[in-house]
């Protein structure tokens, strides 16, 4: 009797143990390329002396007088990128002709001896503000190669480029990419050397072993390109955008992802008189965006201010509209909540059952045993729908797998193959578009079919895998029209507040959590010790991607939160960190702080005052928090 109790009580023990994860396979990336991927597209800005001498490399011997916008308004840029659904924006604050658009220490060759704002301007600095303000990532472009430095070629230009990169990774905030270009070397004016300068490999001669090891000291988040392939992205292969496909984000026992670059404009990266005829068209773009972002990489896309400082009106044209025609097709995932059968699930544990492919979650995943690397699923959706682009991605986590794969639609009662699946050896290697075989899914890959294809019944088959794969999302979607683009609605004025009514607060003096979202500076969040924190469930999920923090302002410092921590959660369990920090000189200026991050999918926000002034107690007197719905 008591052996039979025994027996069912471990019968029932295997039922409910929980089937584990796969084992990582190969190189994985970091959390930071995880994010950056997630980034998808973000804006190229070429802004120098080139821009008013129609060039595109300087020699290096132009004078900084020419520089001198009359109506340079980075705001204004940086909502136009925003507004079209960018993530970021990369800027070239010195490019080959060693021209620095900051006030460098490094050298004289920069924008204080510029007439703009009588040379006390920052080009650097402002772009990187309104970025913050904005809630978007900022990073810099710093070209390796000076053709004005006369020490360039020699020791004594590592000296200088050191402390440029220095100045641009702790004087601007979150810099979540630096680009080191890879043209190196060749003629220039040097000083008035006026010579070819070889530097041989520029590996050794940049050092960038130390270079990389130092940014990481800087600012570990920053996502490094180029570096000789020690950073953490590299060129997509062709300045026209696209990457080519199969594509594998490693590089023997590392992890490097790809970025396909290319200027909106077929003049340039710089602007140039008379350009606006030569923009690529919204249609061009979102061949582009297929032929990067749609085989697993990111996209740069330059848009080069003008004279004026002002983006040129007919690239905002194309760009508007791509941007709508891309928020068109990611807007509705026809795939969204269908049922899904596996043909096997791993440990037959619900946790990694064929549902995850459908549930609008990007991290939780489909997976069948270890050694399984050609499963099905059947996905039935609840009304037949009408598609033409397919978009798999697959848990990069846990390392990139999937060599293959194969879909099948149920039309008129028969299978019919709408993506075939990829055969070894085969590479797209242009804009190839139209009905593109299955090979790597990776972060994500899009297939856009040349006829839609209207069924409720599809068939998912990993034919190769390097391992078990973990497929975390498929999405059916459909290009629009270009009417049906034109009435998406575009928000140019930056991220919103989220509106807090709905939201739950737990955590320490949660009942106080509330007043920080009040709209009343007078009331606020009050916890008597420090660390203390507040969590807050916004019900829904939504893309975070900052926040602002007004200190206590009735002229009292006590309490006053001067550091913090900011994690978020999909689930409330685990956590991801988002932001970690200080408040800096709060006691002299208590104004509010904002906090910008790689935006991320959460449902639950939690804010940690980690420090504070005078020791006692944390507070915050008011709080927003910067996103959008998800999806978006
Ligand atoms: C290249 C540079 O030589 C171009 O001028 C431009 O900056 C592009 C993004 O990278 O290598």
């Known amino acids: 009797m008591f052996r039979k109790y025994l027996l069912m009580l471990s019968c029932l023990g295997s039922t409910l143990t929980a089937a584990t994860e796969p084992a990582p396979y190969g190189p994985l990336p970091t959390e930071q390329q995880v994010n950056w991927l997630r980034m998808e597209w973000y804006a190229f800005v070429h802004f120098g002396l080139n821009t008013y001498t129609d060039r595109e490399w300087g020699y290096g011997d132009e004078s900084p007088k020419l520089f001198n916008p009359s109506n340079f308004n980075a705001e204004a840029i940086v909502k136009t990128f925003k507004g079209a659904g960018m993530s970021g924006m990369i800027y070239t604050a010195k490019h080959h002709d060693g021209f620095c658009t900051w006030p460098t220490k490094s050298t004289k060759h920069n924008i204080t001896l510029s007439p703009w704002k009588k040379g006390k301007g920052d080009v650097v600095k402002e772009f990187a503000k309104a970025c913050q303000k904005h809630n978007f990532a900022f990073g810099t472009y710093l070209s390796p190669w000076d053709r004005n430095c006369a020490e360039y070629g020699r020791e004594g230009y590592l000296k200088v480029y050191y ?76 300045e026209k955008g696209f990457v080519k496909y199969p594509l594998w984000n490693t590089n023997g026992k590392k992890w490097l992802s790809l970025e396909g670059d290319t200027p909106i404009n077929h003049r340039g990266w710089f602007w140039h008189p008379g350009q606006g005829g030569n923009v690529k068209s919204p249609e061009h773009l979102m061949e582009i ?135 070894p050896g085969e590479e797209e290697t242009q804009f190839n578009l139209r009905d593109g075989k299955g090979h790597t899914i990776g972060n994500q890959v899009m297939r856009w079919l040349s006829q839609p294809v209207t069924t409720n019944r599809l068939r998912l088959t990993i034919t190769r895998a390097k391992a078990c794969p973990c497929i975390s999302e498929l999405s059916l979607l459909r290009m629009p029209t270009a009417e049906e683009a034109e009435q998406v609605e575009v928000d140019d004025s930056g991220d919103k507040p989220l509106d807090s009514q709905k939201w739950k607060f737990t955590g320490i003096a949660a009942e106080k959590a509330p007043l920080a979202f009040d709209g009343n500076a007078d009331t606020r969040w009050y916890a008597g010790k420090t660390p203390a924190h507040f969590v807050v469930d916004m019900r829904k999920s939504h893309t975070i991607s900052g926040f602002s923090y007004l200190p206590r302002q009735d002229g009292n410092t006590k309490g006053m939160t001067s550091r913090y921590r900011v994690e978020l959660s999909t689930d409330g369990q685990n956590w991801t960190l988002a932001s970690e920090g200080e408040f800096g000189n709060l006691r002299a200026n208590p104004v509010e702080q904002f906090v910008t991050f790689t935006p991320k999918k959460a449902r639950y926000f939690r804010f940690s005052a980690t420090a504070s002034l005078d020791g006692v107690g944390s507070s915050v007197a008011e709080m927003k928090i910067f996103g959008q719905p998800a999806g978006k």
């Not at 300068?197 to 072993?209: M, P, S, V, W």
């Open 163 to 238: 402390r440029q990169i220095k100045e641009l990774l702790t004087k601007y905030g979150p810099i979540f990419e630096i680009w080191f270009d890879g043209a190196m070397g060749g003629d220039g004016f040097y000083g008035g050397a006026r010579e070819n300068r070889n530097i041989g490999e520029a590996d050794k001669y940049y050092n960038y072993e130390k270079v990389v090891k130092n940014i990481r000291k800087l600012q570990p988040d920053c996502i490094i390109w180029g570096a000789a392939g020690r950073g953490d992205v590299t060129w997509g292969g062709s």
């Open 289 to 423: 965006y297929l032929s990067s972002v749609g085989r697993g990489a990111n996209l740069i896309l330059n848009l080069a201010p003008n004279r004026d400082g002002r983006l040129d009106a007919a690239d905002v044209a194309s760009l508007k509209a791509f941007g709508k025609m891309r928020t068109r097709l990611l807007a509705k995932d026809y795939a969204l909540g269908a049922k899904v059968k596996a043909s096997q699930v791993r440990g037959k544990d619900s946790k990694f059952d064929g549902s995850k492919l459908t549930d609008g979650d990007i991290e939780s995943y489909w997976c069948p045993e270890d050694g399984n690397t050609s499963p099905k699923a059947e996905i039935r959706l609840a009304a037949p729908a009408t598609f033409d682009v397919i978009r798999l991605r697959e848990q990069i986590r846990l390392g990139q797998r999937v060599e293959a794969f194969q879909v099948e639609a149920m039309v008129d009662g028969e299978w019919v193959t709408i993506v075939k699946p990829g055969q």
